[in-house]
């Protein structure tokens, strides 16, 4: 399993960008995709998860850290193997390289991700 993560950039307080991840390989609507992030000097973070649906039925949960809540949706086309994070309303705290994850997801610290992708990096200036 590959993940490519895109949509990076350096973007000005208050921009939007969405990010992208594609997965390559063996992966199906029941896998969990998250999104993590980490900035210089700190340690990797949770972001945002979305769980695989269950019973072949578009029901994911989805878990947001409480820093990004009613800022950035987390979202995924199975038909495109494709995972989103739209980040709106950033802030300069939001910089940081961006990876995204494949595994098992069942809440904002309940996860455990078995692949994840090189990150892309995401610069708000103030």
């Known amino acids: 399993v590959q993940l490519q993560a895109s949509g990076g950039g350096l973007v000005q307080a208050g921009d939007s960008l969405r990010l992208s991840c594609a997965v390559f390989?063996?992966?199906?609507?029941?896998?969990?995709l998250g999104w993590f992030r980490q900035a210089p000097g700190n340690e990797r973070e949770f972001v945002a998860a979305i769980s695989g649906s269950r019973y072949r039925r578009n029901n994911w949960e989805k878990y947001y850290t409480d820093s990004v809540k009613g800022r950035f949706t987390i979202s995924r086309d199975n038909a495109e193997n494709t995972v989103y994070l739209q980040m709106n309303s950033l802030k300069p705290e939001d910089t940081a390289v961006y990876f995204c994850?494949?595994?098992?997801?069942?809440?904002?610290?309940?996860?455990?991700?078995?692949?994840w992708g090189k990150g892309t990096l995401v610069t708000v200036s103030s």
């Open positions: 994850a494949q595994g098992w997801v069942g809440g904002s610290d309940h996860y455990i991700m078995d692949y």
């Open positions: 390989g063996r992966t199906s609507s029941s896998s969990g």
